[in-house]
């Protein structure tokens, strides 16, 4: 996938420029009124509005652009509606007061990582990709953009680059290790949520499910959850000691003895 960050007639030039230089990225000028379906030569651009960072689709309308915000009204309406009672708050193993350190293996768009924090859990976001890791890191650095309630969850969220199976934590030092790796398959029937397609498109198909388990499970003081679509398959070749089913997805959880 070719990317680019834009530079445009009404942005400034310096932090695009550092953006390029630490993703390895080239520029391109284009003017301040600029369509990206009108750009041929990259499939994505990284583009500044205000203080946002969005990722640009050039080609298909229907991916469109794509921004970590997390004012977003679906997600904080999630955070604010009983999450306590809700999957996500049980596969943790939430009781009482105590709240699990959890490392979120497979950040992404750091939803479910703000779900994980707006229950008062620290959680540590770790994310492989250059391009959805700057994405991520814009949206958490715009604390004060999106209000007190807000900046106060994000600050129990710190983010890192890389690949779980390169990470090196002290032993055990999470309690929780928590994997979203795949997207589901596909169905020409199945809705794909429009900001997970677009990471789809960008990423590819991840296949390294089976081994991100056994690492997770090295890592974990307690337990480690991965969410799947309802009808996936586990991650790995063993059954998980608690399977909790919702809508559209499902959580397995493997217990550490
Ligand atoms: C399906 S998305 C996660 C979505 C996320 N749960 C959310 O709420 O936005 C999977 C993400 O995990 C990342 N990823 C996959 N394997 C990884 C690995 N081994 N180490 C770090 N990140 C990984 C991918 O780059 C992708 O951004």
Redesign the pocket.
Known sequence: MKVAVVRSGDTSTEREIKLSTDLGLPTIELPSAYLPSEVSDYDYLLAYRDSRLLLQCTGDAQTGELCVDFSDAKLNFRANSSIRSQNIAKALGIKGSLRPAVL??????????FLMASLGCKVSL????AV?HALLANGLARTGYYGEEIDIILGRMNLHF????EFVADSKQFDVVYL????PERRKSAKVKKD?AA?QQL?GH?T?GAE?LDYAKLLAKTRVVV?RAKLSPHLGPGKPDIVLKGSSSRYDVYLIA
């Open positions: 979120d293996a497979t950040a992404g768009l750091g939803k479910d990582a770790l994310e492989r990709s959805v890389g690949d779980l199976m979203d790796p795949m997207f997970m990471l990423l991840q390294d991100l969410k």
